[in-house]
T-cell receptor, first 115, second 116 residues
Framework: AQTVTQSQPEMSVQEAETVTLSCTYDTSESNYYLFWYKQPPSRQMILVIRQEAYKQQNATENRFSVNFQKAAKSFSLKISDSQLGDTAMYFCAFSPFFGNEKLTFGTGTRLTIIP | GAVVSQHPSRVICKSGTSVKIECRSLDFQATTMFWYRQFPKQSLMLMATSNEGSKATYEQGVEKDKFLINHASLTLSTLTVTSAHPEDSSFYIC????????????FGPGTRLTVT
């Protein structure tokens, strides 16, 4: 069974600053997929970024990037130039399958962007 | 594109009654949908995987007779909570798998169930 751990229940950062959210996971799979999801106050989950474990290059989506350390089983999310709309719960998630079936979520980090 | 809706968004029912929650993929067909449960300030827990035209696959510890899932068409899956009890009160979220190369789950806005 896979486990996903997010050790930061809450974080806050000033608008326009950079923030990094941590995530570690445990699995015996050799290939898998990692995700960061955002859950704003509206509660609808939105995919922020995904990383395929066999790809060494870290994924990037505009202001969002990851630091994927496969040996350390670490998958952190960096948000650059943070904006007020980034305020949300952020969940790290794992899937052993192509695509993102059978997602296992971490416990989440509540991020608040301070104006 | 890739919009998933849920209905109702909120429902209050009395203990012992049943309640049905609908999950629809509005602009794509989904052979696979998922049902999650989220307790307050907690993570999402996968309850079951719903495949069109076949029986749902339930995660360990989820009572299949209590949480009935029907995936009758490529755009609709329903979750029925039977004989609801206050401990079933939770936020229920569905997602639909959009298969287009990089398969991706698109999530509905969730349904808050309160059992009194």
């Amino acid at each position: 069974a896979q486990t996903v751990t997010q050790s930061q229940p809450e974080m806050s950062v000033q608008e326009a600053e950079t923030v990094t959210l941590s995530c570690t996971y445990d699995t015996s799979e050799s290939n898998y997929y990692l995700f960061w999801y955002k859950q704003p106050p509206s509660r609808q989950m939105i995919l922020v970024i995904r990383q395929e474990a066999y790809k060494q290059q870290n994924a990037t989506e505009n202001r969002f990037s990851v630091n994927f350390q496969k040996a350390a089983k670490s998958f952190s999310l960096k948000i650059s130039d943070s904006q007020l709309g980034d305020t949300a719960m952020y969940f790290c998630a794992f899937s052993p399958f192509f695509g993102n079936e059978k997602l296992t979520f971490g416990t989440g980090t509540r991020l608040t962007i301070i104006p | 594109g890739a919009v998933v809706s849920q209905h109702p968004s909120r429902v209050i029912c009395k203990s012992g009654t049943s309640v049905k929650i609908e999950c629809r993929s509005l602009d794509f067909q989904a052979t696979t949908m998922f049902w999650y449960r989220q307790f307050p300030k907690q993570s999402l827990m996968l309850m079951a995987t719903s495949n069109e035209g076949s029986k749902a696959t339930y995660e360990q510890g989820v009572e299949k007779d209590k949480f009935l899932i029907n995936h009758a068409s490529l755009t609709l899956s329903t979750l029925t909570v039977t004989s609801a009890h206050p401990e079933d009160s939770s936020f229920y979220i569905c997602s639909a798998l959009f298969q287009r190369g990089n398969d991706e789950q698109y999530f509905g806005p969730g349904t808050r169930l309160t059992v009194t």
